[in-house]
């Protein structure tokens, strides 16, 4: 009975039915496209918004952008003057992101 009513708590806390380990599930498969495609949606998030506009010859798209990337990494990383305007932050997850694709490049 004793055994019972413990194996019962288990089961309400969950012991038996949360999986192994949830750090086998990461999606490792095409990490180039994965690290391609998060950049390419932080430039559509925080950069194109505004060059559609005021940048017209610059809206990144899958296509282009690594053919922008040095021109993106001097203006993002090293001069520091995109996103303009100062309300437009990179968030520290967007950087490293961005850092990322960049990296993945072999530009250097
Ligand atoms: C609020 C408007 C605005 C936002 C947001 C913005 N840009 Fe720009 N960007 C501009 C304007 C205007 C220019 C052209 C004039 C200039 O260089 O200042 C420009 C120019 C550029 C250039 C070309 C600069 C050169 O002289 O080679 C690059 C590269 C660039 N932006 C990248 C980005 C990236 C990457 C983002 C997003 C992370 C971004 N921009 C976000 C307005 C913006």
């Known amino acids: 009975m004793k055994h019972l009513i413990l194996l019962s708590i288990m089961f309400v806390i969950g012991v038996f039915n ?9 999606p490792y498969s095409f990490p180039q496209e994965n690290t391609q495609e998060n950049a390419y949606i932080i430039l559509m998030d925080q950069c194109n918004g505004c060059h559609i506009t005021k940048q017209r010859g610059m809206v990144f798209t899958r296509d282009n952008m690594n053919r922008y990337s040095l021109a993106i990494e001097q203006q993002v990383f090293v001069k520091k003057r995109m996103p303009k305007g100062k309300k ?17 490049l072999n530009n250097h």
Do not use: A, H
Not at 18 to 26: A, G, K
Not at 88 to 104: A, C, I, M, V
């Open 18 to 26: 949360r999986p192994l380990s949830t750090n086998n599930i990461v």
């Open 88 to 104: 437009n932050k990179l968030t520290s997850t967007e950087l490293n992101k961005l850092r990322l694709w960049l990296d993945s």
